[in-house]
């Protein structure tokens, strides 16, 4: 629905337009009501996908002023794949772990090629295999957000062969502790991956 005009919210709320207009702009920013010229501000659809990208809009502009920085992004990463390969541990999926080594072998051959656009690609559908496995479409759909918060900076350290190189070997390492059904082993794996990926990024910047 369409909202009334600012001079009529002002009068409601007894402040002025500029006030109305500041505040109108902070709506339209988390995603909850679009401003069209010559109409007003009207109330987006309340469903999945505005929570979702109003979501998104927020941790971005988090982000970018510096309230949320990559480590508190990356604790995040860290609560969403720790929980998925828990789920794969307790519930192991033979067609997931296939998917994931399929994963890992594309990433290593085109790390080989040194087509690191491809290796991203198949370095970002690894992670997000893994979360994928928790049958969430939620979950899986705020991961994929936060994969984007991380492009640029896993773009950064990933057009260097060593540390690319490095991250083929601790997915393959994940790959075979999920068929040993290893839990400690994955999770140390994990924990080390991210933190040297804070440690390669610091470094790059």
């Avoid at 991210?194 to 790059?204: G, P, S």
């Amino acid at each position: 629905e369409r909202l009334p005009s600012e001079e009529q919210l002002a009068a409601q709320m007894q402040v002025g337009r500029r006030s109305v207009r500041e505040a109108l702009k902070v709506l339209e920013t988390k995603g909850l009501v679009e401003i069209q010229m010559g109409i007003g501000a009207i109330v987006k659809r309340n469903n999945l996908d505005s929570f979702l990208d109003a979501l998104a809009r927020n941790v971005r502009s988090y982000v970018s002023i510096k309230i949320a920085d990559l480590e508190h992004v990356m604790e995040l990463r860290k609560l969403l794949e720790g929980a998925a390969i828990e789920h794969l541990i307790a519930q192991p999926d033979p067609n997931k772990l296939d998917q994931l080594a399929a994963a890992v072998f594309q990433q290593r051959k085109a790390l080989e090629n040194q087509d690191f656009q491809r290796y991203q690609e198949r370095h970002h559908e690894f992670h997000k295999g893994i979360v994928d496995a928790l049958n969430n479409p939620l979950i899986s759909m705020i991961y994929r957000q936060v994969l984007i918060l991380m492009r640029a900076s896993m773009e950064t350290t990933g057009s260097n062969p060593d540390i690319s190189l490095r991250a083929v070997e601790d997915h393959a390492q994940m790959v075979d502790a999920l068929k040993r059904e290893d839990l400690t082993a994955l999770q140390q794996i994990l924990e080390r991956h991210l933190v040297n990926f804070i440690e390669d990024v610091t470094k790059h910047l």
